[in-house]
């Protein structure tokens, strides 16, 4: 028995079907290579990789920029532990702290949309945390990093706090 034979209808949309995918078919050619399970998955790791190095590459550069650090002193810097704290704290990095203890560390523009997005799940004063962050935003021209409806309230007058 043949599946056309079961199919309900005059079978025009299995010739539609066909033809697609015959169309289809076409476009792949011999010279296409067909990757494993195994070596596609190798591939868009690489591709990660690669993107990952690029991304750390240039907030580097951005570092380097705004910091006036050399590449080497910014692959010197491991920016999430405490010498990145410690450079704002004795003033070799422009910015501050909206936490206490060092905590909520700002020195940029993505620094203020971390801390500002992080601020619920810390067990300090959210009002003095967001007070805070503002205040080193407005300080070292980082508003572009606050979200919209925060620049939206401080456009209207308001302290931009929810």
């Not at 209808?9 to 011999?30: D, F, H, P």
């Not at 690669?50 to 991304?55: D, I």
């Not at 010498?83 to 940029?108: C, T, V």
Request: hydrophobic share 35%.
């Amino acid at each position: 028995m043949n599946l056309n034979d079961t199919y309900a209808g005059n079978g025009a949309r299995m010739a539609a079907n066909k033809k697609k995918r015959g169309r289809a078919e076409l476009l792949v050619t011999s010279n296409d290579n067909y990757l494993s399970a195994e070596d596609a998955m190798g591939e868009i790791f690489a591709r990660k990789r690669a993107r990952g190095k690029e991304f750390r590459e240039m907030k580097m550069a951005d570092y380097r920029d705004r910091m006036g650090l050399t590449f080497a002193e910014c692959e010197d810097y491991d920016f999430a532990d405490k010498d990145y704290r410690l450079a704002i704290k004795e003033g070799k990095m422009k910015g501050g702290f909206a936490g206490e203890g060092m905590s909520f560390p700002i020195a940029s523009p993505e620094d203020v949309r971390s801390a500002w997005s992080s601020v619920g799940r810390s067990d300090q004063n959210t009002d003095k945390i967001q007070k805070k962050i503002i205040q080193l935003a407005r300080k070292h021209n980082w508003m572009n990093g606050l979200p919209k409806s925060v620049l939206d309230r401080i456009k209207k007058g308001g302290s931009g706090l929810p």
